[in-house]
């Protein structure tokens, strides 16, 4: 994590707000001189420095460490704070040449090796490639031997740096011909401390200024006049609050809201930082609020808003926070409530291909391409931070990051990239070398303004139908336009006189895709590598008229899965990601017949499983009709239960297997047909009149935990045939352990072949006084004479409780399913433990309520690399050995916390364990008198399994 972007770039605003404090001489510690060189003697000069530095003020301590490096040169305290000071404050020639005065005075034996780093990291940012390599170089050599995490890290840092300064080099050489120009924003503004965050509204530049040392950063705005910039006025104060710093602004797409930072500094200088809120309403822009606490999460700083799009076209607030432990500054997203723009969905990280180890700054989301745009220093880059772009691949997520290259990165610090609509006019935030700088030529952020060497490129065409030897201009038909190399969606158009248009970009790869019902699909694919002038290129598309009923390459294909908690019939909150790819997915395909398969694992009843599933499946096909307005011919809902399992539902030593029933709670939507092109026509007709089919019934959908209906469904009775004469058998009334139970031989009836299968029953009465008696019921083989495929599965029903006497019925089940060879099915003995006496509960399993709360809470934390980091995203699951094996399950809170209330509870012994796809903690046990002695909370940390 590099740091000094960290603080200068991040914590405060992400560039400026630090300055001022580092520089405020009215906080300045009494009895300092302030000209130390000729009132101070070395120890003076000394004491000094330490008293600024430990108070954060780096830039004031600088004078006495200069002042004490004069008067004592060989003193290496002076030296070393030197270096690294000017290296926070980000001059990098000052800082470069007191740590090759450290280098040069140790030998190779005494070398401080961090300092051979710092060094060689000053010539990377100077743009001294050739020689950081040398000494990144050097510097893993000279430590091979070094053991512990921080040289180890180190070491693997500095082989990014080689492999970022010899992209530097590339750059630098043998680019010849970038597609951007970059130069300093010339406005009316005099020289600032710092400028940044640039957004282009209506042709009025909006961007972020701290004009001096004292002053507190402020939102001004700017009219483009030609190619120039106008007179320079700030927002109000009811966005630029007094005392505060105020910045990164970002607008909806009506101009109306505009979202921002807002940071105030606290002790050491540590910035905290909300993200606020102000819409223009009659001509003036109300008060700005902070958006609450599921964004402001307090504990961290929350800054530099970016409106976006996620993957699935929703409104999204992309910002910055350090709410990921250990992991320097990361990118998150939030989803907005489009009703009121201020409700929020909990915030996501941007994920592994966007967040690195390292500060993610920020972000900028270009709606044209669907691109984000973002800072990194956790990449291999040429600088410090430079400026990166991700664009989603075919799976939904993001692709592998893009180094932007030079101009828009240089050697330094390179942030805040934005660009306009039509790609032609950016802006880029940099403290590269310049005639801005009010200190060292690379102290200070400012505003470089981009124009691109873009071609104008274009493609038009024209659509024909062709059957036979016939062709003819297509009326109808919905031309899509594809990025080639990873198969996004970047534009569609619903032909227009039989023509289509789309823009281009320069050195892309695209395909166009033509369809229509009753046609094959047309395809064209081109790129437009070898374009160095304007054009418009010309590609004209053919449907062929299809002489056999459409099969669509989907047939048979699950498209997507929704899951459950356990025992609950509203999905989870986690399935509208799912909800959304499978919406896409038949828009796409607008003929395909989707089956709602209902599933669930195989605990408890198969009648109860068996209504539950087909409830879950039904719920999701009303959603899908009745709020997505998905045609009822399009969708069909079935139960399956437990009968279709993707995983075990239990472990091989009998117990729950909570990771394969959470799997095999679920939905599958499969594609099982086509639409004829009748139907479709009857769909679109009544689409358009607002018609509902009458085979619709209006139910409501349930979002969330809804409870599976409290009585199952009971099947139909299935024709029973009495295959043997009922023994009568009574067991001793003795103490003995178990009583083995043997029935006569059986005779199977003949089968009618057509009727395939039968159920058999075989009653057995038992009767003992013993209740501590185990029973072994023996079912001796049944020959079919009729059979090839013979299944027999007898389940027997526990022996009721009865302290005196037992009269048990126990019934053996065979399912016989006829075809055409005789087999004959093995016998099977099963065995009745003994009777054990249970404790009296209520029907809901719960006993009264305790005189004392029996409550168990704790934390989840996730390990990914040996440091646990804060989990917000996991499930506890609690289960326990009442009434049966009962599971309670909790979504853990945004701070990685959980409850479970057990004073009602009628078991005292728990197993819990916290779960996170494939993230699983180690499974405790925990007793009531447990929880009641240590009162401590239980924190679970997950790991990969």
Not at 332 to 345: A, Q
């Amino acid at each position: 994590m590099k740091f000094i972007a960290a603080l200068l770039l991040g914590l405060a605003l992400g560039y400026a707000g630090m300055l001022s404090a580092q520089t405020d001489s009215t906080a300045a510690p009494k009895k300092i001189d302030p000209n130390p060189s000729t009132a101070l003697s070395w120890k003076e000069d000394k004491h000094a420095a330490k008293i600024l530095l430990n108070k954060g003020r780096t830039e004031a301590a600088i004078p006495y460490l200069e002042a004490g490096a004069k008067l004592k040169p060989n003193k290496k305290y002076f030296t070393l704070k030197l270096a690294s000071a000017y290296l926070e404050l980000r001059d990098y020639t000052s800082s470069n040449k007191w740590y090759k005065v450290l280098i040069d005075r140790d030998s190779t034996k005494d070398m401080v090796t961090a300092n051979l780093f710092k060094y060689a990291l000053t010539q990377k940012y100077l743009g001294q490639y050739e020689q950081s390599i040398v000494n990144f170089t050097k510097f893993k050599k000279v430590t091979s031997d070094e053991e512990g995490e921080e040289i180890a890290k180190l070491r693997g840092r500095a082989s990014g740096e080689v492999s970022g300064s010899r992209w530097g080099i590339f750059f630098r050489d043998s680019v010849p011909n970038p597609i951007f120009r970059v130069k300093p924003l010339d406005t009316s503004m005099d020289r600032p401390l710092a400028a940044y965050a640039p957004r282009l509204r209506d042709n009025v530049l909006y961007f972020s200024v701290q004009k001096s040392d004292s002053s507190f950063s402020r939102i001004y705005r700017s009219p483009r006049q030609g190619k120039s910039w106008g007179a320079v006025e700030a927002l109000p104060e009811n966005i630029n609050k007094p005392g505060r710093h105020i910045g990164n602004g970002s607008f909806t797409a009506d101009g109306n809201t505009l979202y921002y930072t807002q940071c105030q500094t606290g002790e050491m200088n540590k910035s905290k930082c909300q993200i606020y809120m102000s819409r223009y309403i009659d001509s003036s822009w109300e008060i700005g609020i902070p958006l609450g606490p599921v964004i402001n999460d307090p504990r961290y700083t929350n800054m530099q808003p970016a409106l976006g799009l996620d993957k699935d076209s929703e409104d999204v607030l992309y910002f910055v926070s350090d709410r990921n432990p250990g992991k320097g500054l990361d990118i998150f997203y939030i989803r907005i409530d489009p009703k009121d723009g201020t409700s929020f969905s909990r915030p996501h990280s941007a994920g592994y291909q966007i967040n690195s180890m390292g500060d993610e700054l920020s972000p900028y989301f270009d709606f044209r391409t669907r691109t984000l745009y973002f800072s990194s220093n956790g990449r291999v880059g040429i600088g410090g931070q430079d400026v990166f772009r991700s664009t989603w691949d075919t799976t939904g997520g993001w692709a592998k990051a893009e180094n932007l290259g030079t101009p828009v990165n240089s050697s330094a610090d390179d942030v805040g990239f934005y660009i306009d609509d039509p790609g032609i006019l950016g802006f880029v935030v940099s403290n590269r070398p310049g005639d801005t700088a009010q200190k060292s030529a690379t102290c200070c952020d400012n505003i470089y303004q981009i124009t691109t060497t873009k071609l104008f490129l274009s493609v038009r065409g024209s659509v024909y139908e062709e059957e036979g030897n016939s062709r003819a201009l297509a009326d109808q038909g919905l031309v899509l336009l594809y990025d080639d190399r990873n198969g996004i969606e970047l534009g569609s158009y619903n032909l227009i006189s039989g023509g289509y248009f789309f823009d281009l970009d320069a050195k892309s790869s695209y395909k166009l895709v033509v369809r229509k019902d009753g046609f094959y699909d047309g395809v064209s694919s081109f790129t437009t590598n070898e374009y160095k002038d304007n054009d418009t290129l010309k590609y004209d598309l053919f449907l062929k008229k299809r002489s056999e009923p459409m099969i669509s390459p989907l047939r048979g294909r699950v498209i997507g899965h929704v899951y459950y908690e356990n025992e609950q019939v509203g999905m989870r909150a986690d399935a509208k990601d799912s909800i959304n790819s499978i919406l896409r997915i038949m828009d796409h395909n607008p003929s395909i017949i989707v089956e709602v398969g209902g599933h669930t694992d195989s605990v408890g009843p198969l009648e109860y499983n068996m209504a539950l599933s087909q409830k879950r499946a039904e719920d999701l096909r009303n959603y899908f009709v009745n709020d997505k307005k998905v045609s009822a011919n399009r969708i069909t809902a079935k139960g399956y239960g437990p009968t279709q399992p993707v995983a075990h539902d239990f472990m091989p030593d009998g117990k729950d297997n909570l990771a394969g029933q959470a799997l095999n709670r679920r939905t599958e939507f499969k594609v099982i047909g086509e639409l004829t092109p009748d139907v479709m026509e009857r769909d679109a007709a009544r689409k358009n009149t607002n018609e509902k089919p009458a085979n619709v019934i209006k139910k409501d959908f349930h979002m969330g935990r809804v409870a599976a209906p409290s009585k199952p469904i009971p099947p139909k009775p299935a024709p029973a045939i009495s295959i043997a004469t009922t023994p009568s058998i009574t067991s001793p009334d003795t103490a003995a352990a178990k009583t083995t139970v043997t029935t006569p031989a059986a005779k199977t009836p003949a089968i009618n072949p057509v009727v395939n299968t039968r159920d058999t029953t075989l009653p057995v009465t038992i009767q003992t006084t013993n209740p501590a008696t185990t029973i072994i019921v023996t079912t001796p083989a049944v020959t079919s004479p009729v059979t090839t495929n013979t299944i027999i599965t007898p389940p027997v029903t526990a022996p009721t409780t009865n302290p005196v006497t037992t009269n048990v019925v126990n019934t053996a089940v065979a399912t016989i399913t006829a075809t055409q060879t005789p087999v004959t099915a093995p016998a099977t003995t099963y065995v009745i433990p003994p009777t054990v006496a249970k404790p009296a509960v209520t029907d809901t399993g719960y006993k009264t309520a305790l005189k004392e709360p029996l409550v168990v809470t704790g934390t989840v934390y996730m390990d990914r690399s040996g440091t646990p980091t804060l989990a917000n995203q996991a499930s506890v699951f609690l289960t326990s050995n009442e009434v049966g094996s009962t599971q309670k399950s909790y979504s853990v809170k945004d701070d990685g916390s959980y409850i479970f209330d057990l004073s009602r509870s009628a078991s005292d012994t728990f197993r819990l364990k916290a779960r996170w796809y494939q993230f699983e903690s180690d499974e405790m046990v925990i007793t009531g008198a447990d929880m009641r002695n240590s009162n401590k909370p239980i924190d679970l940390i997950i790991k990969m399994k």
